[in-house]
């Protein structure tokens, strides 16, 4: 008798253990699936891209000798080759020279002024986004001017200039407050 209850227990707990298990594979399967098919909800990613005067500088090492008064026009682009419309900035990077808090810049779109300061003032933390946005396939020409201050005088003579002209974009969508991370 003590054997067939045994038995009769033995055969109960395999049968839980397996009732059991299909259960577990069963919500295990039911989570799975409730996790990796969210269905009619879509997400897509867009891309950034600038193109910023194809990455040629805006003006060459030693191509102007600067005196006070003097002031010079470079035109260059910005061109939104990404997949969305962007808030765009330009900035000045590894500035470097005694001209850098001496030379007067301003970067103009037609008449309108986006930024104006000196090279040192007008880095990546202290520059906003401009006012407009740059369409998808939308190329801008601007124009930067470089101007040497007259009341500057000989105490910016042999002083130089260096820096990289920069560009960074942010989509406009779901960012009302043009962000730049």
């Given at each position: 008798?003590s ?5 009769k ?14 259960c ?8 799975v699936?409730?996790?990796v098919?969210?269905?009619n909800n879509?997400?897509?990613t867009?891309?950034?891209?600038i193109?910023?005067n194809d990455?040629k500088?805006?003006?060459?090492e030693?191509?102007?000798l ?8 470079k035109?260059?682009?910005i061109e939104?080759?990404g ?9 000045f990077?590894n ?11 301003t970067?103009k779109?037609?008449d309108?002024?986006?930024?104006h ?12 986004a401009?006012?407009d946005?740059l ?10 001017y ?10 910016a ?6 820096f ?5 974009a ?12």
């Amino acid at each position: 008798m003590s054997e067939h209850k045994t038995a009769k227990k033995l055969t109960a707990s395999v049968a839980a253990i397996i009732i059991l298990a299909v259960c577990l594979c069963i919500t295990t399967f039911a989570l799975v699936y409730s996790t990796v098919a969210v269905d009619n909800n879509l997400f897509q990613t867009g891309e950034i891209k600038i193109n910023l005067n194809d990455g040629k500088p805006v003006i060459e090492e030693h191509e102007y000798l600067f005196e006070p008064g003097m002031t010079v026009e470079k035109n260059f682009f910005i061109e939104n080759q990404g997949t969305w419309d962007v808030y765009y900035k330009l900035y000045f990077d590894n500035v470097e020279g005694g001209l850098a808090d001496v030379l007067e810049i301003t970067v103009k779109d037609k008449d309108k002024v986006l930024y104006h300061g000196t090279a040192a003032e007008l880095n990546r933390a202290d520059v906003a986004a401009a006012d407009d946005i740059l369409k998808i396939n939308e190329r801008r020409e601007l124009s930067v001017y470089f101007h040497f201050p007259e009341e500057a005088g000989n105490s910016a003579q042999n002083l130089m200039l260096t820096f990289d002209m920069c560009a960074d974009a942010v989509q406009t969508k779901n960012n009302p407050n043009r962000l730049f991370d």
